[in-house]
């Protein structure tokens, strides 16, 4: 839980700052997803890690799009 805490503080802080923007872009998408994701998922009824997978290509891809949107702020 301490571990992913940073991560999650990082996601909510990214889309604070896209959506004062009012930046629609794949990234907010990305992070909506992901935040809504893990907000729902410790009230279902089974959380082992195969429910996680559904996950994976969301946080691939926007850890792909880390890159270039930190370099296009420049």
């Known amino acids: 839980f301490l571990g ?3 991560i999650f503080l990082v996601l909510v802080e990214d889309c604070n700052v896209r ?9 907010l998408l990305l992070d909506l997803a992901i935040l809504c994701f ?3 998922m ?3 009824y089974l959380w082992w890690e195969k ?6 290509p969301l946080a691939a891809t ?4 880390l890159g ?3 370099s296009s702020l420049g």
């Open 51 to 56: 429910y996680f997978l559904p996950l994976v």
């Open 4 to 6: 992913a805490l940073p």
């Open 42 to 44: 410790p009230f279902s």
């Open 38 to 40: 893990l907000i729902v």
């Open 19 to 27: 959506m004062r923007q009012r930046r629609t872009e794949l990234c």
């Open 62 to 65: 926007r850890l792909l799009l």
């Open 68 to 70: 270039q949107t930190e």
